[in-house]
């Protein structure tokens, strides 16, 4: 297990750590980064150089224990960005092992929620889609994939907890709203910058997938960080996606890269389960006047297009920006309200979208 949570006092130096680690390290890994935060967490970037995973896990023990023991230090997590290739070629082995039994710890259904850019309210819908499957009495859990920006502990009003270890050796998402969640900023503080090459983001990733106690859940929401780059890549290579759904606003240069989020989902053979259109027409509070601001029906013209579902319209609304800012998700505090009603509809098509995907196809007999 990488994470180990120590309470001390007074953070150390960079150098110290290193030097403590130094000799663990030799002829093992190679030390590719350490961060200490203000608050005593240090995060240790190790790179395998052996092949065997005994070995290598015994080791980052040792150097994860030896870090949390340095005073100063309130909590070590260590993370492995895998092992280096040798120079000389390998000959693979006969029976490659399962890309995705690594995951066998996950809930049986996986959506990942994507956009091509940032700033169309991914997280937002991410986060009430989350809460309406919850609410239709699926157990659902969220994992917010921004390693870089992580913004889950906010928007579920828990940016002041921290997640801990259990007994079973894996870490325990926290609990919210109903929801099982985790996300980078329940390990570190919300001001300290995640400064790491994509390695680094990919392995952090992947454990907090591997690492964390899923059990019992029916539904995860990956919220995925904006973009078509390496993390959703790897995802799509180790996880077992259900489906995924594009999160746009209406305008043109937004769609441009919608595009690219729905070729993503083809090119890696994950099912689309349609397209959303957030910020789809502003609504005043006070009277209720509806100006399209960004344009309107730019998504659900893109979704008949290329021939996806297109999932619903969420409005531009003061009621779901404030509710956001305060933790607490429009579909739970307002839920008969028209926006909460909005987010609840498009769970509904998500979940038929599922049961339609996971449906076998038909069997043809052929009669003489």
Same mark, same amino acid.
Not at 109 to 114: D, K, Q, R, S
Not at 115 to 124: I, Q, Y
């Given at each position: 297990?990488?994470?180990?949570?120590?309470?001390?006092?007074?953070?150390?130096?960079?150098?110290?750590?290193?030097?403590?680690?130094?000799?663990?390290?030799?002829?093992?890994?190679?030390?590719?980064? *350490?961060?200490?935060?203000?608050?005593?967490? +240090?995060?240790?970037?190790?790179?395998?150089?052996?092949?065997?995973?005994?070995?290598?896990?015994?080791?980052?023990?040792?150097?994860?224990?030896? #870090? @949390?023991?340095?005073?100063?230090?309130?909590?070590?997590?260590?993370?492995?960005?895998?092992?280096?290739?040798?120079?000389?070629?390998?000959?693979?082995?006969?029976?490659?092992?399962?890309?995705?039994?690594?995951?066998?710890?996950?809930?049986? #259904?996986?959506?990942?929620?994507?956009?091509?850019?940032?700033?169309?309210?991914?997280?937002?819908? @991410?986060?009430?889609?989350?809460?309406?499957?919850?609410?239709?009495?699926?157990?659902?859990?969220?994992?917010?994939?921004?390693?870089?920006?992580?913004?889950?502990?906010?928007?579920?009003?828990?940016?002041?907890?921290?997640?801990?270890?259990?007994?079973?050796?894996?870490?325990?998402?926290?609990?919210?709203?109903?929801?099982?969640?985790?996300?980078?900023?329940?390990?570190?503080?919300?001001?300290?910058?995640?400064?790491?090459?994509?390695?680094?983001?990919?392995?952090?990733?992947?454990?907090?997938?591997?690492?964390?106690?899923?059990?019992?859940?029916?539904?995860?929401?990956?919220?995925?960080?904006?973009?078509?780059?390496?993390?959703?890549?790897?995802?799509?290579?180790?996880?077992?996606?259900?489906?995924?759904?594009?999160?746009?606003?209406?305008?043109?240069?937004?769609?441009?890269?919608?595009?690219?989020?729905?070729?993503?989902?083809?090119?890696? @053979?994950?099912?689309?389960?349609?397209?959303?259109?957030?910020?789809?027409?502003?609504?005043? +509070?006070?009277?209720?006047?509806?100006?399209?601001?960004?344009?309107?029906?730019?998504?659900?013209?893109?979704?008949?297009?290329?021939?996806?579902?297109?999932?619903?319209?969420?409005?531009?609304?003061?009621? *779901?920006?404030?509710?956001?800012?305060?933790?607490?998700?429009?579909?739970?505090?307002?839920?008969?309200?028209?926006?909460?009603?909005?987010?609840?509809?498009?769970?509904?098509?998500?979940?038929?979208?599922?049961?339609? @995907?996971?449906?076998?196809?038909?069997?043809?007999?052929?009669?003489?």
């Amino acid at each position: 297990m990488m994470f180990s949570f120590f309470k001390r006092a007074g953070p150390p130096a960079v150098f110290v750590i290193r030097q403590r680690i130094d000799h663990l390290a030799a002829g093992v890994f190679v030390i590719e980064d *350490i961060k200490i935060s203000k608050t005593g967490q +240090a995060i240790v970037v190790l790179q395998s150089l052996l092949p065997n995973e005994n070995d290598v896990e015994i080791r980052r023990h040792e150097i994860e224990e030896t #870090v @949390a023991s340095i005073k100063g230090v309130q909590k070590a997590m260590v993370i492995l960005t895998g092992q280096r290739k040798p120079s000389a070629p390998v000959v693979p082995e006969k029976k490659a092992k399962s890309s995705t039994s690594d995951m066998d710890g996950l809930p049986p #259904v996986v959506i990942a929620v994507a956009s091509g850019k940032g700033g169309v309210g991914k997280s937002t819908v @991410a986060v009430n889609l989350a809460v309406a499957l919850s609410k239709m009495g699926k157990k659902v859990g969220i994992l917010d994939a921004d390693i870089y920006g992580p913004s889950l502990p906010r928007l579920l009003g828990a940016k002041d907890q921290k997640a801990e270890q259990g007994a079973d050796g894996k870490l325990q998402p926290i609990d919210a709203h109903g929801l099982k969640a985790m996300s980078m900023g329940f390990l570190v503080n919300e001001e300290t910058a995640m400064i790491w090459r994509g390695p680094m983001v990919q392995s952090a990733l992947l454990q907090m997938l591997r690492d964390v106690n899923w059990a019992g859940l029916d539904i995860l929401v990956i919220d995925m960080p904006p973009g078509t780059g390496d993390i959703h890549l790897t995802l799509a290579q180790r996880v077992p996606l259900s489906g995924g759904v594009v999160v746009s606003t209406p305008q043109d240069i937004a769609l441009i890269d919608a595009r690219k989020g729905l070729e993503m989902f083809q090119k890696v @053979a994950v099912p689309i389960l349609g397209i959303v259109e957030n910020m789809s027409y502003y609504c005043c +509070a006070q009277c209720g006047h509806r100006e399209d601001i960004f344009g309107h029906g730019g998504a659900r013209a893109e979704a008949d297009k290329i021939g996806v579902p297109f999932l619903g319209e969420i409005p531009l609304h003061s009621m *779901i920006r404030s509710m956001s800012d305060a933790g607490t998700p429009v579909t739970l505090s307002a839920a008969q309200s028209e926006q909460a009603k909005a987010f609840q509809h498009i769970a509904e098509r998500v979940l038929s979208g599922i049961t339609a @995907a996971q449906r076998p196809a038909p069997t043809i007999h052929m009669e003489d």
